[in-house]
């Protein structure tokens, strides 16, 4: 069982956008069984299209198609099925209803230009879009069945989950080989040369199931592919290794797959009945914006103050002007002064602050990228220094980890 991915945007082949659905659907189909043999991407251009829509169909048993589906002069997707299909477009009234009613459940009227969406290749089943006003398309084209699906993800997803898969399974397009499932084990606090040290048997060339490491603004991740007849092997196939890997990493492993350090905060913090503010100068608040991103964080953070200034952050957090006069205001004990006062005007039972240099200026002979993360609770204080490197955006997104990450530990060990 093959499968073609088909990525349509030229803002995608300009490079002005990454195409995560490509990738987000090579792993859902990988979890199925299906092989995935080609990415394909192509401009919006009809010919192009067509010619690229036309090859699939004869070389694949599955095509998946993100983007073409709205409403302006670019969107082609749906001319193009019909034209390498050879069959006409008519108007679906059970689709315009519903354009028609997301309109007016946003209190406006739908532009004409909208009921474009509504057309469907002759002979084709509508994928309902429970998101969105692009519904999608389901139809077979010489060999392979195609699957149109709109461009924006999360419209995509469920579209694929809730309309495609089940049409796949009735289809006998379903993967009847190997299951290729991914586990990946996310870390913070060490460079990747000293992690892979540390599992170096693990990644090593030929070991099953295959161990790969990554590095993403510095979140060192160890993914595990396992491979089985069934989801069930490959799972069986990763759990020991998953299980090596947090042995030898301890509390280097902060999560799994997609979780980030701000989601495991405020499940620990939610665990432990603890709240949390931030004092934040050199992060200008990423801290706490982070949290903030996270459902249900109102009943774990108290709060945050931006204190960027020398004077905020006497006046905003009862930092001791002499202490920073004294030690500068990139220093351990400006960060823990930050975090006691954050602490204690907010009303929380933690509180992490962060001071540093993020560039370009410098003050005195502290490095840039140099910074201080301190850490308050109610029997103490303490704080640890970091020597980032990057840019300034890099150095303010590494900071903005490393102060979730010492709440994290905290938590974990005191």
Known sequence: ?????????????????????????????????????????????????????????????????????????DDLTREVLASVAGVPLHEDAQSLAHIRAMFAARNREMPERNRVQALMPAGSEVLFNARGTAPGVWMKINRAYFAAMPGVPS??????????????????????????????????????????????????????????????????????????????????????????????????????????????????????????????????????????????????????????????????????????ETHGAVSSQVAEAMAQGARQRLGSDLAVSTTGLAGPGTEGEKPVGLVYVGLAWAEGVRSLAINWGGTRAEILSRSAKSALNAVRLFLLNG
């Not at 956008?17 to 009809?46: I, K, M, P, Y």
């Not at 953070?301 to 002499?322: D, S």
Request: proline share 3%; with cysteine; hydrophobic share 45%.
């Open 1 to 73: 069982m093959r499968a073609e991915i088909i990525s349509i945007g030229s803002e995608i082949t300009s490079g002005q956008n990454l195409d995560t659905n490509c990738q987000w659907l090579s792993l859902r189909l990988a979890e199925l069984g299906v092989s995935v043999a080609f990415h394909t991407t192509v401009a919006d251009d009809l010919a192009d299209n067509i010619a690229a829509f036309r090859i699939a169909s004869e070389r694949v048993d599955l095509v998946l198609t993100t983007g073409g589906l709205g409403p302006t002069q």
């Open 155 to 324: 419209e995509m997803f469920t579209m694929f989950t809730e309309q495609v898969v089940p049409r796949m399974r009735a289809a006998g397009l379903l993967g009847q080989g190997s299951v290729i499932l991914q586990r990946k084990i996310n870390c913070f606090g060490a460079g990747e040369s000293v992690i892979e040290e540390k599992v170096l048997d693990l990644t090593r060339r030929g070991h099953v199931p295959e161990v790969g490491i990554t590095v993403s603004d510095a979140v060192i991740s160890l993914r595990i592919f396992g491979r089985g007849p069934t989801q069930a092997d490959a799972l069986a196939q990763i759990a020991p290794v998953e299980a090596t890997i947090r042995q030898r990493l301890g509390d280097l492993v902060y999560g799994v797959d997609d979780e980030e350090l701000q989601q495991v905060v405020e499940r620990l913090l939610r665990q432990r009945g603890l709240t949390l503010a931030t004092a934040e100068s050199v992060t200008g608040g990423l801290v706490a914006h982070r949290l903030t991103s996270v459902p249900g964080a109102s009943e774990v953070f108290r709060g945050g103050i931006v204190a960027y200034t020398n004077p905020a952050k006497v006046q905003l957090l009862g930092v001791p002007a002499a202490l920073i």
